[in-house]
Nanobody, 114 residues
Framework: QARFVESGGGVVQPGGSLRLSCAAS????????MSWYRQAPGKERRLVAA????????HYAESVKGRFTISRDNTKNTVDLQMNNLKIEDTAVYYC???????WGQGIQVTVSS
């Protein structure tokens, strides 16, 4: 069964940076696209970024374009999300997930606050 463990969250000031990492297991990682979602307080969970098996980026949400970068390492079974120039509205719980499945990790909290 697929399993995802997110790490790297925390509290950062506006304009700061964080790098999230997701360790995947339980399936052949290199055969599947991967994605990052986020859920802000009181809001629906939304897609942030997605990446294909080859490393080609498939999608960025408009709100993060130019600030976030998704990447993957098929040798380590990890997918990362580099977040730069963070804004208060980026505060959310971030999740990684296979786009074709319905298994979620526990998520990781990112708080942007002055």
């Amino acid at each position: 069964q697929a399993r995802f463990v997110e790490s790297g969250g925390g509290v950062v000031q506006p304009g700061g940076s964080l790098r999230l990492s997701c360790a995947a297991s339980g399936f052949t990682f290199s055969n599947y696209a991967m994605s990052w979602y986020r859920q802000a307080p009181g809001k629906e969970r939304r897609l942030v970024a997605a990446i294909l098996t080859t490393g080609q980026v498939a999608h960025y949400a408009e709100s993060v374009k130019g600030r976030f970068t998704i990447s993957r390492d098929n040798t380590k079974n990890t997918v990362d999300l580099q977040m730069n120039n963070l804004k208060i509205e980026d505060t959310a719980v971030y999740y990684c997930k296979r786009p074709d499945g319905n298994i979620w990790g526990q998520g990781i909290q990112v708080t942007v606050s002055s």
